[in-house]
């Protein structure tokens, strides 16, 4: 019986030794930028193929991936704009955009109130009346002080911010003639400021009586 059980055991051990392979441990390979004697170049990271492009890096459109054509900034959107891509620019304006440029685009971001170097306001003339693709090319290149954010914001995404900058701008100087008539029933109504001493009550029956 002890025998049994000693053979028993020694075929459990050969079985489990022979399963224990170390061929994708130990295949034949070179570590990164090791030298190599089989290539005429001994290098053993083989170069791309002259005129190779990634998948998805084939950038053809000028106008989508530089913001100009001609060397001159473009002043129409090279994609579709809907109201979704401005509320996904609002959304990446707010985190990439607001430290120094404010929640309101005039320049007067948290970095700035610390004392980082202040940004031109949105609502200056030159920028008013800047081209979209000025606004790309800053995005994408840098500007001054400002820092390229090409490795940070997507391409198109950098196109959606620059939208929600337009809505900005749009917005310091609309009026209620610019809502189309049957879109100004969707309008948030705010009651008036509350005065010093009024109840809410009295607030409450002089926003119903506006």
Not at 10 to 36: I, K, N, V, W
Not at 158 to 167: C, D, E, G, N
Not at 175 to 199: T, Y
Request: charged share 20%.
């Amino acid at each position: 019986m002890k025998n049994r059980i000693y053979f028993g055991a020694g075929a459990l051990a050969f079985l489990t030794l022979t399963a224990c392979r170390q061929d994708m441990h130990t295949e034949p390979r070179y570590q990164p930028l090791a030298e190599s004697e089989f290539f005429s170049d001994h290098r053993s990271a083989r170069p791309q193929v002259e005129g190779t492009v990634a998948r998805g890096h084939l950038r053809i459109d000028e106008a989508r991936y530089t913001g100009k054509i001609d060397g001159e900034d473009i002043d129409q959107f090279p994609i579709p704009i809907a109201k979704e891509d401005i509320e996904r620019g609002q959304n990446r304006f707010n985190i990439y955009c607001t430290p120094c440029h404010g929640h309101l685009g005039d320049g007067n971001g948290m970095v700035v109130m610390r004392g980082f170097r202040q940004p031109p306001s949105y609502y200056s003339d030159r920028l008013m009346n800047a081209p979209v693709g000025h606004f790309f090319d800053a995005a994408t290149n840098g500007f001054g002080a400002m820092p390229s954010y090409a490795s940070r914001i997507q391409t198109d995404d950098r196109w959606r911010i620059i939208a929600y900058i337009r809505a900005l701008q749009l917005s310091e100087s609309a009026n209620l003639n610019d809502v189309p008539a049957d879109q100004r029933q969707n309008l948030p109504v705010e009651p008036p400021p509350r005065v010093a001493g009024q109840s809410s009550g009295t607030a409450a029956q002089g926003a119903n009586n506006q």
